[in-house]
């Protein structure tokens, strides 16, 4: 596609401006002197057990506990919830790429330890509830969640990375819900793995507590892509996130949360209410934009309206 151009003919350029938490978009006025405009950006939040990063419209959440292969600890699940809502709230940012950090351990699931932890039985019980918030907000996020599997993902991180919408793994990650051999039940995720995976597979994972690697799973339909290796990973991730960023955000958020909430609808309420979101879709700017741009055989430019 073309530079786009201002009026006096000139290529409209984007640059980085050396102020903190500012971005400027520079252009060409008629007289010829850059024009600047200003968009406040947050700095992504600072957190003990999780990373924040932004660039090019995708905001990256990394769990940072490699040394403990990445647990779902009490502090991990609120850092994650403190950080997706972050992403979810910047307009900038178009794509979420979950990962580990690391190469052994995407999610190793809940820390064992914190079943000996001195703690009164209803205590945990409503510290549990954080599972429920954590998957609530990765559903209500309303921009594409991608997972960037770069190891193991068991028990609770296999939950994690099955309430992403695309998964991306590298070939020697393994995937299983192991509860069962040390006498619990996947009750927290199960909800979850029921909504992602054939029944029969689900029961056997969850019944047998046995791993699977990520071509069973590809092979299941879970999975996405495998890759060879993490470079591999890197660049199969970049390239999902780079066409969904050009994407309508717009259209993205009403046609995910569309998805979403119809899964469990009856099917005459699922087709009624589907057809009212098709309007909506259609009532879009971005909408117009794009069968605009298809007919002018050009590159659609969505604003999100």
């Given at each position: 596609?073309?530079?786009?151009?201002?009026?006096?003919?000139?290529?409209?350029?984007?640059?980085?401006?050396?102020?903190?938490?500012?971005?400027?978009?520079?252009?060409?006025?008629?007289?010829?002197?850059?024009?600047?405009?200003?968009?406040?950006?947050?700095?992504?939040?600072?957190?003990?057990?999780v990373l924040?990063?932004?660039?090019?419209?995708?905001?990256?959440?990394?769990?940072?506990?490699?040394?403990?292969?990445?647990?779902?600890?009490?502090?991990?699940?609120?850092?994650?919830?403190?950080?997706?809502?972050?992403?979810?709230?910047?307009?900038?940012?178009?794509?979420?790429?979950?990962?580990?950090?690391?190469e052994k351990?995407?999610?190793?699931?809940?820390?064992?330890?914190?079943?000996?932890?001195?703690?009164?039985?209803?205590?945990?019980?409503?510290?549990?509830?954080?599972?429920?918030?954590?998957?609530?907000?990765?559903?209500?996020?309303?921009?594409?969640?991608?997972?960037?599997?770069?190891?193991?993902?068991?028990?609770?991180?296999?939950?994690?990375?099955?309430?992403?919408?695309?998964?991306?793994?590298?070939?020697?990650?393994?995937?299983?819900?192991?509860?069962?051999?040390?006498?619990?039940?996947?009750?927290?995720?199960?909800?979850?793995?029921?909504?992602?995976?054939?029944?029969?597979?689900?029961?056997?994972?969850?019944?047998?507590?046995?791993?699977?690697?990520?071509?069973?799973?590809?092979?299941?339909?879970?999975?996405?892509?495998?890759?060879?290796?993490?470079?591999?990973?890197?660049?199969?991730?970049?390239?999902?996130?780079?066409?969904?960023?050009?994407?309508?955000?717009?259209?993205l958020r009403?046609?995910?949360?569309?998805?979403?909430?119809?899964?469990?609808?009856?099917?005459?309420?699922?087709?009624?209410?589907?057809?009212?979101?098709?309007?909506?879709?259609?009532?879009?700017?971005?909408?117009?934009?794009?069968?605009?741009?298809?007919?002018?055989?050009?590159?659609?430019?969505?604003?999100?309206?």
């Open positions: 596609m073309p530079p786009a151009t201002g009026l006096a003919g000139l290529p409209l350029v984007s640059v980085s401006v050396g102020l903190s938490n500012f971005a400027g978009a520079i252009g060409i006025g008629l007289c010829g002197q850059a024009a600047v405009t200003l968009v406040h950006v947050p700095e992504p939040p600072r957190l003990d057990h924040v990063e932004a660039a090019q419209r995708v905001g990256t959440v990394t769990l940072n506990r490699p040394d403990q292969r990445n647990p779902l600890s009490a502090a991990m699940i609120a850092d994650l919830q403190t950080a997706l809502a972050w992403c979810r709230d910047q307009p900038e940012v178009r794509v979420v790429v979950l990962t580990g950090a690391g351990a995407f999610c190793a699931g809940a820390d064992l330890a914190s079943f000996s932890a001195e703690v009164p039985e209803l205590v945990r019980h409503h510290d549990r509830h954080g599972f429920v918030d954590l998957f609530l907000l990765m559903q209500d996020l309303g921009k594409p969640l991608v997972g960037r599997i770069n190891g193991h993902a068991l028990a609770g991180g296999f939950g994690l990375a099955c309430a992403c919408d695309l998964l991306v793994a590298v070939e020697g990650a393994t995937f299983g819900t192991p509860e069962i051999n040390v006498g619990v039940w996947p009750a927290m995720i199960q909800a979850v793995l029921a909504r992602n995976l054939p029944r029969k597979v689900m029961l056997e994972m969850a019944l047998l507590g046995e791993r699977w690697t990520a071509a069973q799973l590809k092979a299941v339909g879970l999975v996405n892509r495998v890759v060879a290796d993490h470079a591999a990973l890197d660049q199969v991730t970049g390239e999902i996130t780079a066409a969904l960023a050009k994407k309508s955000p717009a259209v009403l046609g995910r949360d569309s998805f979403y909430r119809q899964q469990d609808m009856e099917f005459r309420a699922a087709l009624e209410y589907l057809q009212s979101q098709l309007t909506l879709v259609t009532l879009s700017e971005d909408a117009r934009e794009g069968v605009t741009a298809f007919f002018e055989k050009r590159e659609p430019e969505f604003k999100g309206r």
